[in-house]
Nanobody, 127 residues
């Protein structure tokens, strides 16, 4: 069973940075659009960012645009989410997943198009 593995979360002060990593052993990410999602306590899972399979196009939720950057290292078969200027409202469990319906990204980032969910990584922004 394919399952993504997220890492890199932690506790950070407001204004700080974290880089999340997404790996999937035994599965090639090259051909898929990859999305990052997050779920805060008591809230629904929401799309944060998407990177197309070609790495040409990206999409960001309004709440993170200008602060977060999604990228891929095909040689390492990894996808990353660089998060800068973190705010308390960014606190959530963050997940990555593959888009099984398209290789491009479109807005809004639709949860049902993605699969191979991992366990997520906790990001806590607090002073």
């Amino acid at each position: 069973q394919v399952q993504f593995v997220e890492s890199g979360g932690g506790l950070v002060q407001p204004g700080g940075s974290l880089r999340l990593s997404c790996a999937v052993p035994g599965f090639t990410l090259d051909y898929y659009a990859i999305g990052w999602f997050r779920q805060a306590p008591g809230k629904e899972r929401e799309g944060v960012s998407c990177l197309s399979s070609s790495d040409i196009s990206t999409i960001y939720a309004d709440s993170v645009r200008g602060r977060f950057t999604i990228s891929r290292d095909k040689a390492k078969n990894m996808v990353y989410l660089q998060m800068n200027s973190l705010k308390p409202e960014d606190t959530a469990v963050y997940y990555c997943a593959a888009n099984l319906m398209r290789t491009s990204c479109r807005e809004p980032i639709l949860l049902y198009e993605y699969d191979y969910w991992g366990q997520g990584t906790q990001v806590t922004v607090s002073s």
